[in-house]
């Protein structure tokens, strides 16, 4: 008989009279906030109306909470002018900045469903993007270095350049209707951001206030692209309710109070810097800091330093950027606390430069993905380093876990199998695809992330790799990721793709692709000495190539697929 167990930290845990099953339940504590984006911001602003709220250090901007609250609340008024209905999409195409965070706010007061665009997307991407959602209004940056936006969209949309703003017909952006351009410089068919304000009237605003008391936490309220690295990107559609909880716990997460200042340097279009940054402020009266408009190593511990910030975020990269600088030594650290790293896992000898050079003992690491808001697991910031370079933590509250073998059963506690989560936090389902939606949403509730987990005895789990990654070679279930670590211990490997290919004879054969580190020099049988020994003889790569970069995704994510279809295409494979 099964049997449910609540662990001394509040997470339940299942329990057998045999090995226990790997699912986990979050603590029932904090409540979950049932409010709306708009009343948490009118809320906090009210609370605490003179704490800073935001820095952008590039703009040369600094607000409060009341100062932020007046530019929200004039471009809730300024959007309803030009006459978009809740539920409407708005795309924001844009670097970090504090028109984005605005832009956030507002269109959550109005019920605007907000289209977060990646600034890496080029014209065929946003173009999709765009049509997919039937986005009616679109907030866009002119230019970021390489990229100018407003040609890309004069060349998507030559209508702009004979008709009146917000009066777009398009051929190719058949619902796009306004253009909205950061800066003063005049753009044909163009509104200006700041100029759009004049629009603001105080009908208007009270006409925002009305509509924004009618809103539901239910409602969805933002849409995010997935990367893509299996085919065109989804959009997830994540609700009020879904998103400002997240952030609220994420921000619990790392004990944040109205005295933090969040250092956000990850980009704002994703998951890690809207909901895990601005709405993790929000929703505990914190101030966000903007270093600058993309990542940059210097800025961000310039900004650090100049701000007195108590936490920082990135992904593993960016500290080690940020630690690699020969000036590192001279930045003044001693006000961080605790931050979130994420996004890939964190080496041992990272982690501990992190807590010891960069004074973050109490740094924690997030697992999640943009269908889930995204976290579902998150460290503690008392967990001792092994767990926060082995694992992604335990459950979060309020959510439910578990791991399941290709049968869709829980597998016992240590087995690997597919990580799957349901509670507040998973998605209303992807934008205008039902059919992708029931792929990743089973009829219980359950969403199957398609990562493989491994979940121990105390509730920790560690993800291993990707479900779709897996080979199945002669009856064995080969984990790539696994091959992939330990190459990464030969010092002449920068980094190094492993995926299947189809084999008449094993049902499919491991390929790697491997970068050479710079200045170094390895052939197929120095590879294959390296691991003759050390590694199961069927965990050896059959194919080996030497490359000099990866096929990616425009978020920077490896797209295994277009490996395995080059591999397969080259060696004149057949499927099996």
């Not at 940054?277 to 270093?291: D, E, F, Q, R, S």
């Not at 004074?359 to 943009?370: F, K, L, P, Q, S």
Request: aromatic share 8%; hydrophobic share 40%; glycine share 8%.
């Amino acid at each position: 008989m099964d049997a449910v167990t609540r662990a001394s930290d509040g997470c339940r845990e299942e329990t057998m009279t045999g090995p226990a099953l790997s699912v986990a339940e979050g603590a029932a504590e904090p409540p979950l906030l049932d409010e709306t984006i708009g009343q948490a911001f009118d809320r906090v602003a009210a609370r605490w109306p003179d704490r800073p709220a935001l820095v952008s250090r590039h703009q040369n901007i600094r607000w409060n909470y009341a100062e932020l609250k007046a530019r929200v609340d004039t471009y809730a008024a300024a959007f309803m002018a030009l006459g978009l209905a809740p539920g409407e999409r708005i795309g924001i195409w844009a670097h970090n900045c504090a028109e984005w965070m605005i832009t956030q706010y507002a269109s959550a007061k109005l019920g605007l469903i907000l289209v977060n665009l990646n600034p890496a997307y080029r014209r065929a991407e946003v173009e999709y993007a765009l049509n997919k959602v039937g986005c009616r209004a679109l907030v866009v940056m002119p230019q970021h270095a390489s990229s100018d936006y407003i040609e890309m969209l004069q060349t998507l949309a030559p209508e702009l350049a004979e008709c009146a703003p917000g009066r777009l017909i398009s051929r190719r952006l058949p619902e796009l209707r306004t253009v909205i351009r950061l800066g003063d410089t005049p753009t044909p068919g163009m509104f200006n951001f700041d100029a759009l304000a004049e629009q603001a009237t105080e009908s208007l605003r009270a006409r925002v206030d009305s509509r924004a008391a009618e809103l539901n936490p239910r409602d969805p309220i933002n849409i995010q692209f997935t990367s893509g690295t299996t085919g065109r990107p989804k959009g997830a559609t994540l609700t009020h309710h879904n998103i400002l909880n997240n952030g609220y716990l994420v921000g619990a997460g790392i004990g944040a109070t109205e005295a933090d200042r969040i250092a956000v340097p990850v980009p704002l279009y994703h998951c890690f810097g809207m909901v895990m940054g601005n709405l993790a402020a929000l929703t505990h009266g914190a101030a966000v800091v903007y270093p600058a408009a993309s990542f940059e190593p210097a800025a961000t511990l310039d900004a650090v330093a100049a701000e007195g910030c108590t936490a920082l975020y990135g992904v593993p990269t960016m500290f080690i950027a940020e630690m690699e600088r020969p000036d590192f030594a001279d930045y003044d650290l001693s006000s961080l606390r605790t931050g979130i790293m994420a996004g890939s896992p964190c080496p041992r000898a990272v982690m501990q430069r992190v807590i010891d050079e960069m004074h973050m003992n109490e740094v924690t690491i997030a697992y999640g993905m943009t269908e889930t808001s995204p976290v579902s697991c998150q460290t503690a910031v008392d967990d001792a380093l092994e767990a926060r370079v082995a694992t992604v933590g335990r459950v979060h509250p309020h959510l439910e876990i578990k791991i399941v073998d290709l049968n869709g059963e829980t597998v016992p506690r240590g087995e690997p199998g597919e990580y799957c989560t349901r509670g507040y936090s998973v998605m209303r389902g992807y934008w205008d695809d039902s059919e992708r939606t029931r792929e990743a949403i089973d009829r219980n509730g359950w969403m199957h992330t398609g990562d493989l987990a491994v979940m121990d005895e105390a509730g920790y789990c560690r993800i291993i790799g990707r479900l779709k990654d897996m080979v199945i070679r002669g009856g064995e279930n080969l984990y790539p990721r696994e091959i992939e670590e330990f190459l990464y211990g030969h010092p002449a490997i920068a980094d190094v793709q492993i995926v299947g290919v189809p084999d008449a004879t094993y049902g499919e054969e491991l390929c790697a692709w491997v970068q050479l580190a710079a200045g170094q020099s390895l052939d197929e049988a120095g590879l294959r000495a390296f691991c003759d020994g050390e590694i199961a003889h069927f965990k050896i790569p059959r194919y080996i190539r030497f490359v000099d970069s990866f096929p990616l995704t425009v978020t920077g994510k490896v797209q295994k697929y277009r490996i395995r279809e080059q591999m397969i295409e080259e060696l004149g494979l057949a499927p099996v």
